[in-house]
């Protein structure tokens, strides 16, 4: 049984089951705690006009006036001012009032996890039919690019935290994948409508398609490339424009993509060393974030740049290379700390970022995975680095830096595999 109880009238030992305010909006680890000690006991009271109490969870001698405190049902109650409390995220985290919270990011991921684990699936297969020289299904492909939109405009976060799920031994059925969504996403963030959208995606997940025709012996070779090896390495835009040309539905555009995103401005790309003009808008577009994909990830000659690193690269690359606009419209979609981004904050816990703000740049939404004493949360939460209620307490937390997951033997891939699978 639950009872409605003042905050003023709790009493250490309650059982707290529920709150006046969602617990995701609240200072509080876990859903459903006992009062423990006073600093807890004054933290609800700061937080809270009033709580459920479950008697059936609190110590009897507690409950035996708890039926004579339902009053506070009939009486507003006053909320306490109390003076700023020092910080403990073991078990006082909060995430700013907002239509985010940590079940609808759940569901949200869920929901991108099947469309992106349903792509994967069809790349695997288109990559097997490329590699055999058979037709490809573009119309599939086109199904599956427009469900991938769909979730970009509604679950941006999400997708954006499933390009992390990287693997060394998968690298070109996991980087054209990832090149979409990121596509996807850059695309929405230029103000693409649907349509536009559809068709960037498309030929950013058909972009590597040639790879299929260069001997693995070169694709994937863990060493540096010979200059006859790279030249072949060189072919492959020419041979996926050439597998799939002959597809009267795919646009100009597409096959743009495909036959010239490694092409740059200064005229020093390949296969056709086109200039600044002659390389189409979307092809600029998945050019940079073809690049930004490939050092990012983990690969068999090399390791992987964190995102922070990448961009910096990416920016020191940009003169003569790629569109100054456009790199710097990316930099700021991905954000100063991308999301998939380790970072510790000042406080010495550990998270990932699963959230960008666009109007706080420096304060993400992060998942809290470890203590400040780095061991692993049981249960991890989300904290808004942007709310308001850290401007009213000691210490708020900030980033003090991005790491590396290898520092701490953080398993990124395993985390997302367990917040993203029902």
Known sequence: ?????????????????????????????????????????????????????????????????????????????????????????????TLKRSNFDKNTFTENLIKARKARDKTRGYIDTMLAEAKMGKIIDTHTAKTLVAELASNIVENLDASMWLTQLKSRDEYTAIHSLNVCVLSLTFGRALGLNINELEELGLGALLHDIGKMRVPLKVLNKPGKLTNDEFEIMKSHPGMGYELVRGDKTLSAEVLNIIKSHHERLNGQGYPDCLKEDEISYFTKIVSIVDVYDAITSDRVYHDGMTPHEALKKLYEWMPNNYDTELMQSFIRTIGIYPVGSVVELKTGHIGLVVKLSESHRLKPVVMLIMNRNKEYYPRRKLVNLASSIWDKRDGKPEIKRILDAKEYNIDVKKIINEESLE
């Open 1 to 93: 049984m639950k009872i409605k109880v003042a905050s003023e009238d709790l009493k250490l030992g309650m059982y707290i089951s529920e709150l006046d305010i969602p617990w995701i909006e609240s200072p509080f680890l876990f859903q459903g705690f006992p009062l423990k000690n006073n600093e807890e006991l004054q933290e609800v009271q700061s937080t809270c006009k009033y709580v459920y109490v479950d008697t059936e969870k609190t110590p009897v001698n507690l409950t035996t006036n708890l039926k004579t405190l339902t009053a506070a049902k009939q009486k507003p109650v006053q909320k306490k001012k109390r003076k700023p409390t020092k910080i403990d995220f073991t078990d006082t985290i």
